[in-house]
């Protein structure tokens, strides 16, 4: 951080200048992803600019600007990463919210054929132009809330070419929206119907022909397999992981949502870059995540739909030094919530986490879950500016104002495109 001492000629011109912050969060990350993170990891700037992104200071700014986005006294931080959602998909599923209200379980209603296979139905049957529109809303949405990137999962074709199409609309949705996307293959999100009793020709299937097929066209970043009980067990789980390694699909892994299944020790032998979930995990688990590098993402969103009681050991994970994110899991089934604000206040009031672990959670540490790290993530010198402006005097009340859609502006890449001149107002 350089404020204008030192500097007598403010000659540097830069794009687009933002001054009049009241709060900037720069949140730094240089030493690797955040574990148990404070304020003092916020790297805030009291009464900030950020000259897009060259510089970084306090006062008044010398450098010069084509444009100016005034803060207008407001806080400032990096747009919000949600490193974790099924944002493509047909149909919905509210008459399975009624069941679970209702006293219903999600794995029996999953086993009866509905859950997941019900939204592969309806996937299956939708156009890539039809995904497209949907899931395009969708990313108008999130992008109203804040969030600048998000992953998103395949998983609701489960064959290789409705798998490929969703991944297809993924990479079509990055190139046209503002929102940069990042794909994950889930093809192991559950074992189609068509292959109910024969899950070995699948798992083959997925590992002699999706994999390849996928990493051929580069469709995807990551490889991801729901392991749970009645899905994918442990030994089921490494063997698609490895697939996936071997193919250059990095590991990620839905584990210990419903029951502990020892998923978690698979983090070292399939280095495995997040792991999600976690309600049931335990210390071994931790271990080996922290030995693995892994970052634990947490999805409250989906622990408050589930109606599940169980919450992640927060306090195990912070004494193990373990560094959290959080996302929001969206998707029709576990989580219809995309706003990665909400998802801030749920860690909050679900699961103890304090606001600066929230907020990290939903950035830097959300970079680190999808390998971004090095282009997005926090405000600092040479990355990419995607930048939010929220209504509010303080950070802590991100968390507070439960719900609350404040918004100012956002600058996704250096442009501005939510706000006074935002392209997509
Ligand atoms: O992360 N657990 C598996 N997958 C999703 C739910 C998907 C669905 O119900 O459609 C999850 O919760
Ligand atoms: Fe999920």
Redesign the pocket.
Known sequence: VSGRKGRKHGKEVCDLLIMNIRQLLTIPSTEGPLSNPDRKSLGIVENGFVGIIKEVGEGKPLMRARRSVDAKNNIVLPGFIDA?T?MI?AGS?EREFSMRVGGRD?LEI?KEGG??QS?VQSTRKASREELFTESYRRLNDILSWGTTTCEVKS??GLTTSDEIKMLDVARKLGNEHPVDVIPTFLGA?DVPVEYRNEKEDYIDLLTNEMIPRVSEGNYARFCDV?C?EGVFNKEETERILSAGNAHGLKAKI?VD?FVNIGGCELAESVHAVSC??LLKTDEKGIESMKSAGTIAVL?PG?NLF?MEEEKPPIQMMRKKGLPIAIAS?F?????PILSMPVIISLSCLLYGLTPEEAIVGATVNAAYALEEEGRIGSIEKGKKADIVVMRYSNYEEIPYWFAQKRVECIIKGGEIVVGKGGRLN
Do not use: K
Request: no cysteine; proline share 4%.
């Open positions: 974790h099924h998909f599923r999600y999953m859950g997941i939204t998983g609701y999100h729901f749970e839905h949502e999600d979930h999805l989906s589930l899991d998707n029709p089934g576990s989580s």
